[in-house]
């Protein structure tokens, strides 16, 4: 930016952040993170403030649809302890960001993301590489912004053995967590021999005599994040906390929770190429086209009075997906019918598949993850079930209040934060909620919701005000803004 004094001209470099990170969409993802990565950065870029850009690593399992526009910018090696490894660079504009790929065969030309025997030592490369990366590109940025246990190191590194470098040594640091479950947690032989850091680095990583990355970069990092503000709070209990709340509380004089927004520019039942038919929250009736065509695709009973209701889950405890095997038999009394989108542990999708059996004209489940299927499903459906034991924010429960399917969530961190419940007032709401993690209480509000469904007029509404809820990113950008600038 250039501004004009009396005499002469003074050149005012924008602020920088780089993001390092996992995943990024759309570009290669597994989860939340992948959207939040893909479309944050995006919206701080949008309003100018900052040079915002993001580096990942180059998984084999990389949109093809983009791997061909990738730019080679060089290379360089990276010592990692006794190792010396190289790392390619790639990189590629996209919606003003500039991401940076990293490619290093060895660690990532392998099929799936994450859950090798040597994923600590795939992302302390990743993260090492990333700060040798502004070396090699002489870009040295005002924040690092790293994201969950995979780039925790590159704070640590950047508070240990980069602490006094050229160029690293005024480098501000934000670390978000995401899922305080995966910490990344390693014996200690692992400090020296693949992260190569020395013994006076023990003591900031070690947690319950083990090297714990997470913790580490939690307590080194200048700012911590979470993606709820209720999550911030929740973390600092054991029932939520996976062992940390000392670090929690700890470090809690520096944590910030920010609730994640959505591209609303993707999840759009206007836009969405993937539904049956586009509609908006004043003109529904392409959502009743969507979910005769789901029922027929299904080969469900088509009938346009019973409700649906949707839940698109990884099938893993943390999601409740106990607490719906619990009363599933009370449930499928009702008039409704379920339909079940997701991947998981074997005993969820064994269990579901056999419900399927059971009750063939009102259950179906699908053991995928599908994007497609996904937006069929969110635009047909007309109610959306999660009721997460835990969720530090969760997306699905805002894509669906986006597509008008009411979420019925269990009040938890990001579910407590976006969803405000209709069935406490009976007036305002944009879905239903239930406190416990109790399944008669679950199934107690699913039936509130189910028998509320029966109301057109009041239905409506609740639709209609769940679709124009605001979940975009602005919001979101304008707060991690004001935690940069206070950084700086
Ligand atoms: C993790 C969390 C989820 C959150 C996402 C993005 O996947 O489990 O709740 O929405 O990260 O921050």
Redesign the pocket.
């Known amino acids: 930016m250039a501004k004009t004094t009396k005499n002469k001209v003074v050149i005012q470099k924008k602020k920088s952040v780089l993001f390092i990170a996992s995943e990024a969409n759309p570009f290669a993802g597994t989860?939340?993170?992948a959207?939040?990565i893909g479309s944050l950065p995006k919206a701080l870029a949008k309003s100018g403030e900052f040079d915002v850009r993001v580096v990942i690593p180059l998984y084999k399992d990389f949109s093809s649809l983009y791997r061909d526009k990738l730019r080679f910018v060089g290379n360089f090696n990276v010592p990692l302890s006794w190792r010396n490894q190289y790392c390619g660079v790639f990189e590629y504009d996209y919606e003003g960001v500039k991401f940076y790929f990293l490619d290093n065969e060895f660690y990532f030309l392998r099929d799936g993301l994450y859950g090798f025997y040597d994923d600590g030592e795939r992302f302390a490369f990743f993260s090492k590489a990333s700060l040798d990366l502004m070396r090699y590109l002489d870009f040295y940025p005002d924040i690092v912004h790293a994201h969950d246990w995979q780039s925790a190191l590159s704070v640590i590194y950047l508070k240990t053995k980069y602490r006094y470098e050229y160029g690293y040594d005024k480098i501000k640091t934000m670390f978000t967590i995401?899922?305080i479950e995966y910490q990344g947690k390693y014996g200690k032989e692992v400090l020296g021999d693949v992260v190569g850091l020395d013994d006076g680095c023990y003591a900031d990583l070690e947690y319950d005599n083990c090297i714990n990355l997470l913790k580490g970069a939690m307590v080194l990092s200048d700012v911590v994040s979470t993606?709820s503000p209720t999550y911030a709070e929740e973390i600092k209990y054991d029932f939520f906390s996976h062992g940390l709340s000392p670090i929690v509380n700890a470090v809690s004089y520096k944590t910030v929770g920010i609730l994640?927004g959505i591209d609303q520019t993707v999840y759009n039942p206007e836009l969405d190429d993937r539904t049956f038919a586009k509609y908006t929250a004043n003109d529904l009736s392409g959502k009743a086209v969507c979910k005769k065509e789901l029922q027929k695709m299904l080969g469900l009973p088509e009938k346009e009075n019973v409700p649906i209701i949707a839940m698109i889950s990884r099938l893993v405890g943390h999601k409740g997906v106990d607490l719906l095997k619990c009363v599933i038999d009370e449930l499928l009394c009702e008039k409704v019918q379920l339909v079940i989108l997701g991947k998981g542990e074997k005993q969820y999708e064994e269990f579901f598949k056999k419900v399927q059996d059971e009750y063939n004209t009102k259950c179906r489940t699908i053991i995928a993850y599908n994007k497609d299927l996904s937006s069929k499903i969110y635009s047909g459906a007309d109610i959306f079930l999660m009721p997460s034991k835990s969720?530090?924010?969760?997306?699905s429960q805002m894509i669906a209040a986006k597509y008008g399917t009411v979420p019925v969530v269990r009040k938890t961190?990001?579910l407590a934060d976006s969803i405000t419940p209709y069935n406490l007032d009976r007036k305002g709401g944009n879905g239903f909620r239930f406190d416990n993690y109790n399944a008669h209480e679950m199934l107690y509000v699913l039936k509130d919701a189910v028998f509320t469904y029966g109301d057109k007029e009041t239905w409506n509404k609740l639709v209609k005000t769940a679709m124009d809820t605001d979940f975009s990113w602005k919001k979101s950008a304008t707060e991690y803004e004001k935690v940069y600038n206070k950084l700086l």
């Open positions: 989860g939340g993170l959207d939040v995401h899922n993606v994640n969720e530090p924010c969760g997306l961190g990001g």
